[in-house]
Every structure is written in C-alpha cells, then in structure tokens.
C-alpha cells in the first residue's frame, strides 16, 4: 500500500471539497429559501416604522451571544435601538423561558439560537398580546411554539439546502433579508468574523456553507475592526487564524461568561467600542476561564468515581456540581471512555444535565424515548441539554442503557480514519502548508491524521513541570523524529509501536518544524 507523500496528502484534501455549491461567497444560498424568513421580515420592518420596542432574546453560550452580537451591531448600522436578554444560566435557564417572558412587557420578541422547544413561554407572550419570531437551529419537536414566525432550516417545509447551520447563521440570515427588504447600504460580510467563531464553537459540520464562510472568516478575523478581536490578536499574536485558534484559545473565553457568571460580559466583550472596554471584558473572561478548568478538573475527578464502566452510556450525578461546567466535563467523559456521556447536576431535588456523544446513534431521539421521566430537554445529535427530578435519575440511567444494549463500540464512539500510512520522511514546511491551505478543519471535515507503523522507539519520557506529557524519540524507516503525546503520565516501555499521529507546526525562538503530536496508540 502506497504511502502519504505531499502530493498523496493533496489530492486527497483536495477532493473532500470539489462537489462544494458554495465554493465562493458569490454561490451562497439567498435568504428567501429559509421557510417563513420574508414574513418575519415583513413583521419587522412594519414594527421599525411604527416605533415598536423590538427585544432580542438570545443563549449564554458562544452561538447564542454571537447571534444577539450580531443583531444588535446590526439594528446599530440601521440606526435602530432594540433592546436584548442574553437569560442567565442560573436564574432564568436556558432560552425563552417563562422568567424571561415576565420581564417583556410589549412589542415584538425575536429569539437568536433558541425558541423551538419554548412552547409554555410562546403561549405565556400571546397572552401579552406580544408577536414572537423564532430564529433557531435546534432539534424541532412535534409541538410548535405559537409564534408569527419560524426560522428554522430544520423545519420540514423549510427548502434551504443545508440543514446543519448554527444559530448565529439564521440570525445573520434574517438580517441579510431585512437589508434587502428596507433597502439598505450594509456589508453583510463584515461580520463573517463573529460568524466564523459561532460556527466553530457550535461545532457545525466544516462543509459547503460552513467551510466557505469560515474560511473567509478565519481571515476577516485578522483584518476585523471591531475592537475585541484588535485586542484578541493583540494578545495571541498570530500571523492568521486556523479553527483551532478559535476552537481552543477564542471560543473557550467567550463562553465562560456564560457558564461561570453571566454572559452578558462575553456580549460587552463583543459589542465593545474601544479598547480599552475590549480589555477590560477580556481580563474579566480570562479570570472566569481559569476558574471554569480548576472547576472542570475537580468535577471531572468526581464524576470519574461515579462512572459503571458496564454501561453503553455514561450517566453520573452529583449535588451541587457547578452546572457551567458539566458541559465540558460530559464532553471530556464522552472521549475518555468512547460513549455518550450525560452530567447531572443535583439542585433542590432537581437535577439539570448535559450531554454529549461523538457517535452515530442520536442523542436527542435516545432522550426523546425517555421524554416521560423529564421535566424537559432540547438539543442535537451530539449535544443536547435536559432537567428531570432527582428521583427519576436511576431510572432515567437505566432506560437509556437499556436502549443502547446491542449496538457496536462503532455506534458508541466514532473513530476517525486516518489517511493511511504516513512517509514520515515526507514531512516538511511544505508538508504543513498544504494542511493549512485546505483549513478549517472541523465536523465531517477532520484535520488529517496518518498511521505510523512498527516504529522502533529509540527513547521515552515524561516531560513538562508536572511529568504528564509523553515525548518518543522513533525511528520510521531510517527517519528519526521526535512525537509528542499530552496529557499522558505513563512512559513507553516497548520496543516498538504503532500510532495515529497529527502534523503541526512548532514555533520555536523564531525556528519554525514540523511537530508529530500522537493522537492515539494502536
């Protein structure tokens, strides 16, 4: 079997992206597809001409102050005030919720990444004599929210030809029609920026749509003039942005508003007019977000002991457990152990849970069979969020167990294929180039990763101030180099070995390598 050379790894890239129907921004479907988007435009532009009061209702995660960033920088350049809620996680839960209908008191209601599943809260707005817009992306459930408008590509009757778009995508859409509608002078692309990140952090397949917009936006990023993202480039100092920048090192920021406090800091972070307001916000979210890992890490600890390792699915529990992180810690649970992963959280008798799954089989229809025993839930396949009362935990455990009991560790936990048997001897800078000019990497779109086979191990340690990252000294057919393997604290003690390794590039005193970071051990 034939190696990955250079020109092996192009082709192959290259072929993941020649049947894209938007490869440029030019091809990108037009609003008028999403189903009920001119109606809603309508509602809006009569609401503008009357002096309604229009409020905006948006998440506390990235997706969802994106979206409502993008709304209110919007209404701005058409030089209409709106008002917004962005719920607090802890006093209002998630969404459109019957707390947050209690605080509007007239004009009209859009929702920004949320709605769908608020059916109690709909009604409660109709009484008011309030018109409500729904712009969402989630999961439609088999009742509708009564509303004067629905954005959802998910929707059955909705024709737009990509169904996987985040939140801040459907709002950044309804803009783009109420442009159009009041005819209007505005740059829709000036805010592939803010879309950029909502699509990573969401973790929306890097395909079609997705991939063209964030590969404009990884660069619109780098040249943004919005004071937060002056100051985040200030700060990473990067040349220019890939999806881990934003994966890793944006994202994280921006959503530990929300998990840790109130994300509202995040939005004023986003919406900041200088920078010396985008600094302040932006140390503010960097305390946060070193609470939020200490956090993680104690949960994660706890949540480890609690784990049956018998069950196809991981269902844990503890009381007062911080209900910003349990996100987190279900996602680290689901990639440990190669299950779907459900976190609860204990409060008053209640328990509040996320959960997470890299796999085939759908969370969200596993948790709809389960709709009896909760208080309620939304979400997606691989994410999904859901309450119930404490005493229906062990069932609720069992019960998804048991619809889970014949199926394949493949079903459980998607393994990605690696591009085949890596010539090492074949990676350079230009190596690397090619990776980097076929970004972003995502969903159905992964950074590739190549197999190295019977490598003979010339020398193992453990390195960093804590001895918890392995580094390997091979030898691949004569080629030595080194692969380094993170949060590993046992030494390698075999002759040789197979791995799945990534390529990346180590910046070093101005020295720029190659770096082989292992994914996994065979």
Not at 32 to 51: C, F, G, M, S, Y
Not at 287 to 312: C, F, G, P, S, V
Request: charged share 25%; hydrophobic share 40%; glycine share 6%.
């Amino acid at each position: 079997m034939s190696k990955v050379t250079k020109q092996k790894l192009f082709e192959i890239l290259l072929e993941r992206h020649k049947e894209n129907p938007c490869a440029k921004l030019a091809d990108i479907p037009p609003p008028n597809q999403l189903k009920d988007i001119q109606k809603a435009t309508k509602r809006i532009k009569q609401a503008i001409l009357n002096n309604e009061k229009i409020t905006i209702v948006g998440d506390y995660d990235v997706d969802g102050v994106v979206s409502t960033t993008i709304m209110i920088d919007f209404f701005n350049k058409v030089g209409y005030k709106v008002d917004y809620i962005i719920p607090n996680r802890f006093e209002h839960g998630y969404g459109l919720s019957e707390k947050i209908v209690d605080l509007i008191s007239e004009g009209l209601v859009i929702t920004v990444d949320n709605g769908i599943s608020a059916v109690v809260a709909a009604k409660k707005l109709a009484l008011k004599g309030i018109d409500l817009i729904i712009t969402d992306h989630h999961t439609v459930g088999e009742e509708l929210p009564q509303s004067y408008a629905i954005i959802n590509p998910k929707q059955e009757e909705c024709t737009f030809p990509f169904k996987e778009i985040c939140g801040a995508q459907v709002a950044w859409y309804l803009c783009g029609a109420i442009k159009n509608e009041l005819k209007l002078n505005i740059n829709m692309g000036e805010f592939l920026d803010l879309l950029s990140v909502a699509i990573v952090a969401d973790i929306m397949p890097m395909t079609n749509l997705n991939y063209t917009i964030v590969k404009h936006g990884l660069k619109k990023i780098k040249e943004s003039k919005r004071a937060a993202f002056k100051k985040l480039d200030e700060v990473l100092s990067k040349k220019f942005y890939m999806s881990d920048d934003i994966g890793f090192m944006i994202a994280p920021k921006i959503n530990s508003a929300g998990r840790m406090d109130d994300a509202s800091i995040a939005l004023s972070f986003l919406l900041a007019k200088t920078e010396y307001e985008a600094n302040e916000a932006l140390n503010l979210l960097d305390e946060l977000n070193n609470y939020r890992k200490t956090l993680q890490e104690e949960i994660t600890k706890k949540a480890i002991k609690e784990i049956n390792h018998n069950d196809n699915v991981i269902v844990v529990w503890g009381e007062d457990w911080h209900e910003g992180v349990i996100g987190i810690v279900a996602s680290k649970l689901s990639n440990a152990y190669k299950k779907p992963a459900f976190v609860f959280s204990i409060k008053e008798g209640i328990a509040k849970g996320s959960a997470r799954a890299n796999a085939t089989i759908n969370l969200h229809t596993l948790i709809t069979q389960c709709s009896s025993l909760l208080k309620g839930f939304g979400g997606h396949k691989n994410a999904a969020g859901l309450a119930l009362e404490e005493k229906n935990l062990k069932e609720f455990q069992n019960k998804i167990n048991s619809l889970v009991l014949d199926v394949s560790k493949e079903q459980l936990h998607i393994e990605y294929d690696s591009l085949g048997e890596l010539d090492v001897s074949s990676v350079d800078l230009e190596f690397l180039s090619i990776i980097e000019n076929f970004e972003p990497y995502g969903l159905d779109n992964k950074k590739p990763i190549f197999q190295v086979s019977n490598a003979k191990v010339l020398k193992s340690e453990l390195i960093g101030k804590d001895k918890n990252h392995l580094k390997l000294l091979l030898n691949s057919d004569g080629f030595i180099f080194e692969a380094l393997r993170f949060h590993c604290d046992e030494p390698y003690t075999k002759e040789n070995i197979d791995i799945i390794v990534s390529v990346s590039k180590n910046e070093f005193r101005g020295e720029v390598s190659a770096q082989f970071l292992i994914e996994d051990i065979l």
